[in-house]
């Protein structure tokens, strides 16, 4: 008994402390990766959960190391993704689309989560003489082929009984699209936030917007298959954290606002007045997206996939469980 009685009790102890470490960690609610996330985004209000968390230290209190780094669009920010030069991107369910058959052998991109949608913050503006999309028949629109904003043109041409081919299609890039419209160089712009803004209050009437189609645009998060087995903490931290960026900018919008226009460079009643077009996504609603409980992120995805392989601009079809996956959320 005295030299079995010394290792019982070691036993005893070992157990003890390993399941109170088990408590610690899963009453923490994160567990800390030594990685720092570089993570892509352009300027677009919708990210203001993202701008919040990093301006509130959330990032740090979620046990994240991330760094932000600024592209000008969408697409630049997941063409960085794919080079490996950032490991997620901000980015739009669409371009997010096209890009998917671009990626590196292995690179298998994935979107995990949702940051917000375009309620109105996305549309189609145009000179003073135009009234309607029908009268965009034969006039010049600014537009960038392949990304979100051809998608959104191509949908209200439809409506109105029009196809691309009604229109002079100016091929620009996405963050041009509105300046040219300002400056006077086109007829008809597709832009967003603040660009649509400054577009309309420099004269241009609003033809059609997402509040008219408030599904039809969704802002994302995407990175890599190996991120996600090698850093599926990080990741959650991540996303906790914008998440409570969100929740903030809701509770305590005029500090949340004003952090924002120093992101995008105006000021906090326009950051207020944009985000009327955009709803920004709470975890819960970014779960009942992604796990079946709302179809119309596969059907949206789908359709995304259809439009650009039908243009040639993608040479094979996207599914939805390609590019989808609900790993927070299991």
């Known amino acids: 008994m005295r030299t079995r009685l010394p290792l019982l009790l ?6 003890s402390a390993l399941m109170l470490s088990a408590c610690s960690k899963s009453t923490s609610g994160s567990e800390k990766d030594d990685i720092t996330l570089r993570v892509a985004y352009n300027l677009w209000v919708g990210s203001a959960g993202l701008f919040v968390a990093e301006s509130k230290g959330f990032f740090e209190e979620a046990g994240v190391k991330v760094e932000l780094i600024q592209f000008p669009s969408p697409t630049e920010a997941t063409q960085a993704l794919i080079s490996g030069n950032v490991d997620i991107a901000l980015t739009t369910l669409d371009t997010a689309v096209m890009v ?8 298998h991109l994935k979107v995990f989560s949702f940051t917000d949608l375009s309620m109105g913050a996305d549309g189609i503006v145009a000179s003073k003489d135009i009234k309607t999309i029908a009268d965009l028949k034969g006039k010049t629109v600014a537009a960038t082929i392949g990304t979100v904003n051809h998608f959104l043109l191509n949908h209200a041409l439809q409506l109105a009984g029009l196809s691309e081919k009604d229109v002079k299609l100016s091929n620009v890039s996405p963050e041009q699209t509105g300046p040219l419209f300002i400056a006077g160089q086109v007829d008809a712009a597709v832009t967003w936030e603040p660009y649509l803004s400054e577009a309309l ?4 009437n609003l033809l059609y917007s997402t509040k008219d189609a ?3 645009i969704v802002d994302g998060v995407m990175t890599s298959q190996a991120m996600i087995d090698d850093h599926a903490q990080a990741l959650r931290n991540l ?3 914008i998440d409570k960026g969100t929740a903030f900018y809701y509770s ?5 606002a004003d952090i924002a226009a120093k992101k995008l460079e105006t000021t906090k009643d326009e950051v207020i007045a ?3 077009g955009v709803k920004l996504l709470k975890q819960d ?3 009942a997206m992604l796990t079946g409980k709302d179809s119309t992120l596969e059907a949206r995805t789908e359709e995304y996939s259809s439009f650009f392989f039908e243009r040639k601009l993608i040479d094979k079809e996207v599914k939805a469980d390609d590019i989808l996956d609900s790993f927070l959320f299991k």
């Open 100 to 107: 998917k058959t671009n990626e590196l052998q292995g690179q």
């Open 285 to 287: 609603e970014v779960k």
């Open 274 to 276: 944009m985000m009327g």
């Open 239 to 241: 996303v906790t954290a």
């Open 10 to 15: 070691l036993i005893i102890m070992l157990t």
């Open 201 to 204: 209050t420099g004269g241009g």
């Open 252 to 256: 305590n919008t005029d500090e949340a």
């Open 214 to 216: 408030p599904d039809l």
